[in-house]
């Protein structure tokens, strides 16, 4: 459940350049380390790259996390099924 929770901190931080690493962890409640294995997973090839870690352009030591469009695609389809 956390990687679908984290997605979806993602998705929410989309239209403001991306989440940053520190806000998912504050605002999911989950460890850090747990967030960095999740982030890890969601954007390894065999998850399809929902996921994508790029320098914060304000501050490279930030990673700021964005979905990829096969992220966007994952969860309009998680979505549907929700209904």
């Given at each position: 459940m956390s990687r679908l929770q984290i997605l979806l901190h993602v998705a929410s931080r989309s239209e403001s350049g991306g989440a940053l690493v520190r806000d998912l962890v504050k605002e999911s409640g989950i460890n850090q380390s747990s967030v960095a294995r999740a982030l890890s997973m969601l954007g390894a090839a065999q998850m399809d790259g929902l996921i994508e870690q790029?320098?914060?352009p304000e501050d490279p030591r930030r990673v700021?996390?964005?979905l990829t469009r096969r992220?966007?695609?994952?969860l309009s389809g998680v979505s549907n099924v929700m209904g």
């Amino acid at each position: 459940m956390s990687r679908l929770q984290i997605l979806l901190h993602v998705a929410s931080r989309s239209e403001s350049g991306g989440a940053l690493v520190r806000d998912l962890v504050k605002e999911s409640g989950i460890n850090q380390s747990s967030v960095a294995r999740a982030l890890s997973m969601l954007g390894a090839a065999q998850m399809d790259g929902l996921i994508e870690q790029v320098p914060d352009p304000e501050d490279p030591r930030r990673v700021r996390v964005h979905l990829t469009r096969r992220g966007e695609s994952f969860l309009s389809g998680v979505s549907n099924v929700m209904g």
